[in-house]
């Protein structure tokens, strides 16, 4: 694990308020239980959480200052958590990856992950769903497989991760898509058209992977 994982690397500036909630949110909080159950998500030893969900709610596809990319995403320091309420979501409003900058509305700050989540959107308007999970046994064997992955020089929460992303998510690619942070010990990204698809692809290749 790398000594700042769960630390907040971008600019914050939160302003007061709630995000937006409805069946689809309901569902992305179901996933994230879910996964929590698998280990996927939670909180190591220390005390440090790990693992976050988003769900785009508008704008489609810009450039790397996007002010139309909104999306809802996981709370910082929810990890360690099983099942969250409305109040450990928050709405990101707008996000410079150029500036490392981000402009939230909820009661908590978001995940230190919504620069990376926000590269996303805005490198692919298809894609409506984000979920970041760590795994040991999944990263490793992803690596050795060749999977699609970020340079292994290129920490979490930096400018220079929020571009490897928009620039693997930006090329032709099917959806779902799994990819491995290899600058980001355990870390690996799902992302596609819906939460369900997402959390499929992320269930079957933990199987896969797995299963003895």
């Known amino acids: 694990m790398d000594a700042t994982d769960g630390v907040i690397k971008f600019a914050s500036?939160?302003?007061?308020?709630?995000a937006p909630w409805g069946p689809q949110l309901e569902a992305l909080n179901h996933a994230r239980t879910t996964l929590f159950d698998l280990g996927l998500i939670g909180a190591y030893p220390d005390g440090v959480g790990y693992g976050n969900l988003?769900?785009?709610?508008?704008?489609d596809q810009g450039n790397q200052?996007?002010?139309g990319n909104q999306f809802v995403i996981t709370g910082s320091a929810t990890g360690a958590q099983r099942t969250l309420q409305a109040s450990q979501y928050c709405l990101v409003e707008a996000f410079s990856i150029e500036h490392n900058w981000v402009r939230t509305r909820g009661a908590i700050d978001a995940s230190s992950e919504s620069m990376t989540h926000g590269a996303v959107y805005a490198a692919n308007p298809?894609?409506?769903?984000?979920?970041h999970v760590h795994s040991r046994v999944l990263f490793d064997a992803l690596l050795r497989q060749n999977h699609p992955a970020t340079p292994a020089t290129i920490p979490y929460g930096t400018p220079a991760m929020a571009?490897?992303?928009y620039a693997l998510v930006q090329q032709p690619v099917a959806l779902p898509l799994l990819f491995v942070m290899a600058g980001h010990d355990e870390?690996?990204?799902a992302c596609g058209m819906d939460v369900d698809s997402v959390q499929n692809v992320l269930l079957a290749t933990?199987?896969?992977i797995c299963t003895p």
């Open 13 to 18: 500036e939160r302003h007061p308020g709630t």
């Open 54 to 59: 988003s769900l785009r709610v508008s704008g």
């Open 65 to 67: 200052d996007n002010q």
């Open 126 to 131: 298809a894609i409506h769903c984000v979920i």
């Open 163 to 165: 571009q490897a992303v």
């Open 187 to 189: 870390g690996i990204v």
């Open 206 to 208: 933990t199987k896969r």
